[in-house]
């Protein structure tokens, strides 16, 4: 399985991006994690097949994670940011409990 993300960059703050991750098959729960400096990585947001989504209460009302399930793609759009939502984004899939793949890193960085 390979995860495909893109979508990063530099943006002001209050500015908006939205991310992009295509996987190789269809994962029943697809969603994003980030780490920044010095930190753990957090999951930002989760989605499933189905379209049950979970999110990290700091993005909540922000950000929104959607999937097109005929292409096998994530999505989140990040609105509001803020520079603590700088970060390396990851895309993650999660077929099963006990499979896990990750995408390649984009890095999100948000100016004051």
């Known amino acids: 399985v390979q995860l495909q993300a893109s979508g990063g960059g530099l943006v002001q703050a209050g500015g908006s991006l939205r991310l992009s991750c295509v996987s190789s098959t269809n994962i029943n729960v697809m969603g994003w994690y980030r780490q920044a400096p010095g930190k753990q990585r957090e999951l930002v947001a989760t989605?499933?097949?189905?379209?049950?989504?979970n999110y990290l209460d700091s993005v909540k009302g922000r950000f929104t994670i959607s999937r097109d399930n005929a292409k096998n793609t994530v999505y989140l759009q990040m609105g509001s940011l803020k520079p603590e939502d700088t970060a390396v984004y990851y895309c993650?899939?999660?077929?099963?409990?006990?499979?896990?793949?990750w995408g390649q890193g984009t890095l999100v960085t948000v100016s004051s």
């Open positions: 989605i499933t097949s189905g379209g049950l989504t």
């Open positions: 993650n899939g999660r077929p099963s409990a006990i499979l896990n793949y």
